[in-house]
């Protein structure tokens, strides 16, 4: 069980719409196929925000089978995304997912695990930083415990003003308290998450705000680091 009663999670995905058909045909193959997906509420709350913020460069940390890259790509098309995955059953998919559409041509999907990917994107950067205009928007969605050196290098990679969202940091309600079921399995997990959760808190130049909504999102503003 999760930590929000099905009761309000089914309400509020009620009023859940599909951006298109061939969105929310693609949401029920993930479904069906059991792959791990930005839950609905999730995505009504990226929706606003990617309209009030029109980020132009993307990074996605977890890409699965392409749905929220595919999401993000089609609700802002003068966006080009970037997005990491190392799954060897997933990535077949994805690629098929992104040249089948139109808007793939807008998504460069690098494969390989996130840490090391994430590492040559930087130095890149280093060597030139005309060349790599950094990424306004920021999406992490992949290995729990890792969340803090995603972050790191995700930051980097990002300028001053720009948004790194970060989903799952509620872990079903383990973060929160280990009385919900599963959390004692999870331990390790728990104890980085918080940590990273402790640590962007303690952060005097990032606004933070924790949310509840989905499976709990951190939304983390890069302020301007003389402040
Ligand atoms: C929750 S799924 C991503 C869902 C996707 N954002 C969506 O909404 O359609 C998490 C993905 O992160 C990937 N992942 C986890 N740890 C990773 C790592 N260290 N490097 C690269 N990919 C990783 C997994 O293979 C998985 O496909």
């Given at each position: ?13 009620s ?35 990617l ?14 089978y ?31 997912s ?49 969340y ?28 929160v ?14 104890k980085?998450?918080?940590?990273f ?19 709990g ?11």
């Amino acid at each position: 069980m999760g930590f929000t009663s099905d009761k309000v999670t089914d309400y509020i995905s009620s009023f859940y719409r599909p951006l298109d058909e061939d969105l929310g045909r693609f949401r029920e193959f993930n479904e069906e196929n059991d792959v791990p997906l930005i839950l609905k509420e999730t995505e009504s709350f990226l929706s606003l925000l990617l309209e009030m913020t029109r980020p132009k460069r993307i990074l996605e940390i977890g890409t699965a089978y392409g749905y929220s890259a595919l999401f993000f790509a089609r609700k802002l098309p003068d966006a080009v995304i970037t997005t990491i995955d190392r799954n060897v059953h997933m990535i077949p998919v994805a690629d098929s997912s992104f040249e089948d559409r139109p808007e793939g041509s807008r998504i460069d999907f690098r494969t390989g695990d996130a840490e090391n990917i994430l590492e040559e994107m930087v130095e890149e950067m280093k060597a030139d930083p005309e060349g790599h205009p950094p990424y306004d928007f920021v999406f992490i969605d992949a290995g729990k415990s890792h969340y803090r050196a995603f972050f790191d290098m995700a930051e980097q990679l990002a300028g001053p003003g720009s948004l790194i969202v970060c989903d799952n940091i509620l872990m079903h309600g383990w973060t929160v308290d280990r009385s919900y079921e599963g959390a004692k399995r999870h331990r390790t997990n728990v104890k980085y998450m918080r940590q990273f959760i402790e640590y962007i808190n303690e952060r005097k130049d990032l606004t933070v705000s924790l949310l509840s909504s989905g499976d709990g999102l951190a939304v983390i503003r890069l302020n301007d680091r003389q402040k």
